[in-house]
């Protein structure tokens, strides 16, 4: 049972433009949502968090939105630059519990 | 500050042998929790220790254990090694208070022959 889905394996967009990632969720117990980006061979390093008491939280390029009704979380990345070529992950946790789910990937590759 | 430290970073070992992976989480972090990524598989959790007691497990068999020490290190054990068992292995750590980031370090590549 997949509680947290990213139904778009790859992603391509220009350059400069946005890039607009979508996360699922079908666990309503979930209460904090984060974006991971990851390289190959590499661990995971940090973007942007959200928490279930929130819709929105920007941080610089990067603004993650939560729709709690929908169970649907977005990642945007204004303007999109070639280093951020990379497989993004949405992960989620449970309330008290460090014990994230993560989300299949997304490839984004940013052309020039 | 310096970020999550894991040792080794690359592995091989053969079917029925035995592994254990070493992760020194952020100074000040006391929980620190183990993932494992497959192709198939994706990201998966495995097990979370805080305060040297395991606090949550994942759904991996018994051959996968593991504990933390005083320190707040963590180390991690596979025993009987199987063909399957070939991933990226990953530790994260927090302070371990709700709503906190998970801090991932660079992982440990196994290889099983």
């Known amino acids: 049972d997949q509680q947290v889905k990213q139904n778009s394996p790859s992603l391509s967009v220009q350059e400069g433009r946005i890039s607009i990632l979508n996360c699922d969720y079908t666990n309503s117990m979930f209460d904090y949502f984060l974006w991971y980006k990851k390289y190959p061979a590499e661990g995971p390093t940090f973007l942007i968090s959200i928490s279930s008491i929130k819709d929105k939280n920007e941080d610089g390029r990067f603004t993650v939105f939560l729709n709690k009704s929908a169970k649907h979380l977005s990642l945007h990345i204004v303007p999109s630059q070639p280093g951020d070529s990379a497989v993004y992950f949405c992960?989620?946790?449970?309330?008290?519990?460090?014990?994230?789910?993560f989300g299949q990937g997304t490839r984004l590759t940013i052309n020039p | 500050k310096a970020g999550v430290t894991q040792t080794p970073r690359y592995l091989i070992k053969t079917r029925g042998q035995q592994v254990t992976l070493s992760c020194s989480p952020i100074?000040?972090?006391?929980?620190v929790s183990w993932y494992q990524q497959t192709p198939g598989q994706g990201l998966q959790f495995l097990f979370e220790y805080f305060s040297e007691t395991q606090r949550n497990k994942g759904n991996f068999p018994g051959r996968f254990s593991g504990r933390q020490f005083s320190n707040s290190r963590s180390e991690m054990n596979v025993s009987t090694l199987e063909l399957g068992d070939s991933a990226l292995y990953l530790c994260a750590s927090t302070r371990g208070t709700e709503g906190e980031t998970q801090y991932f370090g660079p992982g440990t590549r196994l290889l099983v022959l």
């Open positions: 992960a989620a946790n449970f309330p008290g519990a460090q014990k994230l789910v």
């Open positions: 100074s000040g972090h006391r929980s």
